[in-house]
């Protein structure tokens, strides 16, 4: 049993099976008489008592200690010092339910492996808060403590993610995940999607730590383009080419819902031609065969007898040939003349809205062409932070929201894990 218990300077007094499948292991840590802290007498033994905490499994079973504490206190009355109990970091820090060793193995099993807090305290028999708490606590002194986590970070990216509908009209809670683009790392998470929070992570960062940020990689958001012009203006920014499409895509549903609205007085219907033909037009049109080719321009000639569908679908398509173009300053040119014949009023009214997009985000646009720096790692790492969230079945806490994710996503460095201990 001795070696089962495996801690140093303990003394197994007894072993209990209280219940079938339930081990409990009564041991008592070997204390020399401390001395006072204020008058350095040498302590009595007031008196000691039982504090149960929670180990690994062992033999199939769960596993209690039951340490017998001493308590400690000054031979002389006058002192005031009152009474105190050794703490024993390597057993267990103080205030927490778990053993040491049995907090660690939650926080990595957790952190690492995205198991459930329930599945895991299923396997410690013991609650899922007394699991969920050691997970933080370990969690939060392991990222502290992994100062070289963070490197130097050459693109950075932003995007934003739902990690809580909160109260009886399911208000949207926000969080925004800070990326390294050029290595995929998760460098951290605030609370909402406005520049306030990533602004003031960022000016917390070392000065030599930001100056190095060559990229600022963003979607079309307005708050994210304000943070990087306040917090980063040495850096270029970069608008990521897919929701740049994504926003030529968008107006051209708009214009088609426009259309068959105006045409039929209703919304699409299976039978309607724009409704038929609605994922053609968002088709690369280089993925469509001939056949498919031949049923888009019939269904556009039934549907939309002035055009303005057809000429959406040809700017979203002159969109999408911008990132085909190699040279920076070819595509600056393009850009600028496509921008400003989609702003003709020739052209319905979404594409010359289209135009206006692009002339607010020119700049952008085209700095892809020299970074080729995309929200892509950052899409990724949403996809882990929403792993994360299903296996937790949701969050109501920020603060755990983000820990869980930094520990799956952020790549700490797990050694440091057996060399540290919460406060």
Not at 313 to 319: M, S
Request: contains cysteine; proline residues 6%.
């Amino acid at each position: 049993m001795r070696v089962v218990v495996g801690l140093p300077d303990v003394d197994v007094i007894g072993v209990d099976d209280p219940v079938a499948g339930r081990l409990v292991v009564v041991i008592k840590p070997r204390e020399p008489r401390p001395p006072c802290g204020r008058c350095q007498s040498s302590a009595w033994v007031k008196d000691r008592r039982a504090v149960d905490l929670v180990d690994l499994p062992a033999f199939d079973q769960t596993v209690t200690l039951r340490v017998i504490r001493t308590r400690w206190r000054c031979p002389k009355r006058r002192c005031g010092v009152g009474t105190w109990t050794v703490e024993r970091p390597e057993l267990a820090p103080a205030g927490h339910r778990l053993t040491t060793r049995a907090g660690r193995w939650a926080c990595e099993q957790v952190g690492r492996y995205a198991r459930s807090v329930a599945e895991v305290a299923a396997a410690l028999g013991c609650d899922w808060h007394t699991v969920n708490d050691a997970v933080v606590a370990y969690g939060e002194a392991l990222l502290d403590a992994d100062e070289d986590r963070i490197g130097i970070v050459r693109a950075l990216s932003v995007d934003e993610t739902l990690f809580w509908r909160e109260g009886p009209w399911r208000i949207q809670r926000w969080s925004t995940q800070l990326v390294d683009a050029r290595h995929g790392q998760l460098l951290d998470i605030v609370e909402g999607r406005d520049a306030a929070a990533p602004a003031a992570w960022l000016a917390a960062r070392d000065p030599e730590w930001l100056a190095r940020i060559q990229w600022g990689v963003l979607d079309l958001s307005g708050p994210y383009r304000a943070m990087f012009d306040t917090m980063l203006p040495d850096a270029e920014q970069v608008a990521d080419p897919f929701h740049v499409v994504k926003v030529a895509n968008a107006r051209l549903v708009e214009c088609r819902r426009r259309i068959q609205n105006e045409t039929l007085g209703h919304r699409g219907r299976k039978t309607d031609p724009l409704y038929r033909c609605r994922r053609l037009l968002l088709a690369a049109q280089e993925r469509l065969d001939e056949r498919g080719d031949t049923k888009l321009t019939g269904l556009l000639r039934a549907g939309d007898p002035r055009g303005e569908v057809a000429y959406a679908w040809h700017a979203k398509e002159a969109v999408r040939f911008l990132y085909d173009i190699p040279n920076p300053e070819f595509a600056g040119r393009y850009l600028d003349e496509l921008a400003a014949d989609l702003q003709d009023h020739e052209f319905p009214p979404e594409a010359r809205a289209l135009g206006r997009i692009l002339t607010r985000w020119r700049d952008q646009i085209v700095a892809w062409h020299r970074a080729r720096a995309t929200n892509g790692p950052a899409e990724a790492i949403n996809n882990l932070v929403k792993r994360v969230k299903r296996g937790a079945f949701g969050f109501r806490r920020f603060r755990h929201h983000r820990i869980r994710s930094l520990l799956y996503a952020g790549r700490p460095n797990w050694r440091l894990l057996a060399t540290i201990t919460p406060r």
